[in-house]
Each structure stands twice: as structure tokens, then as C-alpha cells.
């Protein structure tokens, strides 16, 4: 499976944006971009995904790099329930199941 | 109208039990799955069912031994448990979509082996 870099760990003010970066270097052509999140103590929950071009849903937007080697999560304005662990993973449709690398643990203060 | 459910959400143990958790999903999806996440907080992928039919065996011990009476239920017995089987476990399920497949996660069994 093509591998992603995500840091560690993020912090953001509330109400205020934050852009989560993820490179994946080795990305395939059929690879999709996924981003999950796990709130403390839930499942993993989808977030947004995409293939090629930039993506907006209710929760956020995916920022994908022309060439595709990165991506950006946007968090337009923050909230406390967004404090999570964000998972970038890159998935093809024939791909059975997610891999999850160790995300990056966003906390938002107030 | 939960979408992946589990039972227990707690479930503390002697060594040696054995004791299973079971997972229902109502989103009418053909594939589940069983993840491990352990105290490093790292998700790894055990089983995956499809239709009933096993399709992902990860390295995982012989005590581990899911089953899947109906595409809507995937169970997870564990037989002589042991300390290292301390974890949270989340089922989930899978749907395909225009942009590729789509996961949905149950909230998690935290197992406790003493």
C-alpha cells in the first residue's frame, strides 16, 4: 500500500481554520485520498474523501495537490468537537480495507 | 437508527475465558470487518467478511475465529484469552460508492483481560 506523512499532532484556536497536510508521494493512479477522523473514545468516522479534484462536503473540504502527492484537510472553523485523531489513507476501489497510519491528533483550544 | 452497533461496549476478563462480541450493521452493506486498536492506539485490520464469505484473514492468532451468520451480523469469538488480547475492537462495514468504497465504524468493545 502507498504510504502517507501526516504530523504528529496540531493545535487550533476555535473558530478558526485549520489545514491538516498529508503527503503521499508514492500515490497511485487509482488510488483514492480518505480521511477519516476518530473523536475520543468512538469509531472512526468519514470525513471526505476524493480522487483528483478538490472535494466539499457539510464537514470539510479536501485540497488535493495538481500532481497529487499531497492533501490538505480544511477545517473551515474549528469547534471542540473537532479535537480528534485524522486519519489520511489511501484506498483503490479494489482494496478490501482501510489502512490506518497514526494520524494526527488535532486539539483545539477554546 | 445506529448504523454499525456492538455488544458490549466493556467487557473485563479473567485469562484463559473465552468470550465473544457480537456486530450488527442495518446499512444493508455486503462487507464487514473486525479492527484492532491497541494501547499504542494503532488500527489494524483483522477479518473481513463479505457475504457471509471470509475475505481478509490478517495475521491473527487461531483463538480469533469471527463468524458471520447473515451479511447483516459479524461476530468475534476469542477462545483462551490473554493479556496482550487487551484492546479496543471496532467492527465496521463497507459500501461502494461513485468515489470508491466507504467504511462505516461501530463505537468500539473495549476488552480488559486481567
Known amino acids: 500500500d502507498a504510504k502517507t506523512t501526516q504530523p504528529n499532532s496540531m493545535e487550533s484556536n476555535e473558530e478558526e481554520p485549520v489545514h491538516l497536510p498529508c503527503n503521499h508521494s508514492?500515490?497511485?493512479?487509482?488510488?483514492?485520498i480518505h480521511w477519516y477522523r476518530q473523536l475520543p473514545s468512538q469509531g472512526p468516522e468519514y470525513v471526505i474523501h476524493g480522487l483528483t479534484s478538490n472535494v466539499n462536503n457539510r464537514m470539510a473540504s479536501l485540497a488535493i495537490a495538481e500532481d497529487r502527492k499531497s492533501s490538505t484537510l480544511i477545517l473551515h472553523r474549528a469547534t471542540l468537537r473537532d479535537a480528534a485523531v485524522y486519519y489520511c489513507i489511501l484506498s483503490w476501489t479494489g482494496r478490501r480495507a482501510l489502512t490506518f497510519g497514526s494520524g494526527t491528533r488535532l486539539q483545539v483550544q477554546p | 437508527d445506529t448504523a454499525v452497533s456492538q455488544t458490549p461496549k466493556y467487557l473485563v476478563t479473567q485469562m484463559g475465558n473465552d468470550k465473544s462480541i457480537k456486530c450488527e450493521q442495518n446499512l444493508g452493506h455486503d462487507t464487514m470487518y473486525w479492527y484492532k486498536q491497541d494501547s499504542k492506539k494503532f488500527l489494524k485490520i483483522m477479518f473481513s467478511?463479505?457475504?457471509?464469505?471470509?475475505?481478509i484473514n490478517e495475521t491473527v492468532p487461531n483463538r480469533f475465529s469471527p463468524k458471520s451468520p447473515d451479511k447483516a451480523h459479524l461476530n468475534l469469538h476469542i477462545n483462551s484469552l490473554e493479556l496482550g488480547d487487551s484492546a479496543v475492537y471496532f467492527c465496521a462495514s463497507s459500501t461502494r460508492t461513485s468515489g470508491g468504497l466507504r467504511w462505516y465504524f461501530g463505537p468500539g468493545t473495549r476488552l480488559t483481560v486481567l
Open positions: 508514492t500515490i497511485s493512479g487509482t488510488d483514492y
Open positions: 467478511y463479505n457475504n457471509k464469505e471470509l475475505i
